[in-house]
């Protein structure tokens, strides 16, 4: 009996000892992704201040969902808050306290462009979870109004706890399970264009359609979810869920988180409070492209 006693113990310690080793190894390995450095050209933007400009910007906020991470005041809000996850804030991105300037020294126009186009923060790191991915492709018209409407907010002084992850945020993080060290997936060199106008093409739906890519998956066919917890991830494609839904029932559902189905989307899982912000042309737009997404 004693020596069976001596030899779980002698299992189950080294198990344990195994375990914690593969743990360091991918705590150091994650470490190493979140100090890696990026360097990216600057890209010469004048940031105009008028009130057509604020009010496109107030636009490309809504519709791209800045709100819902960073507070409908801008102010910072938490994201995920969970022992083993690990607590994910998004950050104060006003000039109040605990702001960007206040934490930061300055935020200059380029340092804006680097968080919302390619991911960084001003030492050229990355930043975690931001969906700067999302946000890469936008024009640099959209991209100038969405700053020039940031700037024009009113400053909130509010301090947000910095991120910290759980172990499982680590483990998620390096098999690539959770969208944490998002400079990596961003195209850092892809141009920026000068403007896209929206009108009821496939090519604007597919401007707008990037917003539904990091769910959806590249293709539109979902699968497995992102978000620990959510539904599986529908595919929306003409061969998917958009094959025999009209026009009408697409923005419907886009507009009241309920499918034709009856379904009741949950806008934790699925943003539909953003894509409600859509306009006609921008909805109807991404209805044609996805509608034209054929391959099964
Ligand atoms: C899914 C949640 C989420 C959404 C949506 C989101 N952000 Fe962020 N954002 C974050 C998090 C989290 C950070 C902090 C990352 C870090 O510190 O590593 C961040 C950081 C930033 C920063 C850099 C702040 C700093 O101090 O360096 C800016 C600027 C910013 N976001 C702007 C935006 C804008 C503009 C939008 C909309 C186009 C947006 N964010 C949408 C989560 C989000
Ligand atoms: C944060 C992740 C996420 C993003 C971003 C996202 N979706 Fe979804 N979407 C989901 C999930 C998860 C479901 C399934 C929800 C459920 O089953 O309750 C879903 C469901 C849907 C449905 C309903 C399909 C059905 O089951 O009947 C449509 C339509 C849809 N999404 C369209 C879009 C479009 C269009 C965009 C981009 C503008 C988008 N989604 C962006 C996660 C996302």
Redesign the pocket.
């Known amino acids: 009996m004693k020596k069976f006693f001596k030899w779980t113990g002698i299992v189950l310690g080294s198990v344990i000892v195994l375990l914690l080793i593969g743990y360091a190894f991918i705590y150091f390995s994650v470490e190493s992704r979140f100090n890696k450095k990026y360097e990216v050209a600057e890209q010469p933007i004048t940031i105009p201040t008028d009130a057509a400009t604020i009010a496109l910007g107030e636009h490309i906020a809504a519709i791209k969902g800045c709100g819902d991470c960073h507070g409908q005041d801008f102010g910072g809000n938490v994201v995920i808050d969970d022992p083993a996850l690990g607590l994910v804030t998004a950050p104060n991105i006003t000039m109040g306290k605990g702001g960007l300037s206040s934490r930061h020294g300055t935020f200059t126009d380029q340092d804006y462009v680097r968080a919302i186009r390619h991911g960084l923060d001003k030492e050229g790191k990355s930043l975690k979870l931001m969906p700067s991915y999302e946000y890469q492709p936008l024009c640099k018209k959209d991209l100038a109004a969405l700053i020039a409407y940031l700037k024009s907010r009113p400053a909130v002084d509010k301090e947000m706890p910095a991120i910290a992850m759980g172990p499982v945020g680590y483990v998620l993080a390096n098999f690539d399970k959770l969208p944490l060290i998002v400079a990596e997936k961003v195209n850092h060199s892809a141009p920026l264009e000068e403007e896209v106008h929206p009108t009821v093409t496939v090519a604007y739906g597919k401007y ?2 990037v ?2 890519q ?3 998956g590249s293709n539109y066919q979902g699968g497995a ?3 620990p917890g ?2 599986l ?2 595919n ?1 494609t003409g061969k998917g ?1 958009l094959s025999n839904w009209t026009e009408d029932q ?1 923005i419907q ?2 507009r009241t988180g309920v ?1 034709p ?1 009856g ?1 009741k ?2 806008p934790k ?3 539909w409070p953003m ?1 409600k912000e859509f306009t006609d042309t921008e909805i109807k737009a ?1 209805y044609l492209f ?1 509608k034209a997404q054929q391959t099964s």
């Open positions: 707008m359609a917003s539904c990091g769910c959806h979810p992102i978000i959510s539904p991830v529908p929306i869920k697409f559902t886009l499918t189905e379904k989307l949950d899982y699925m943003p894509a991404l996805l």
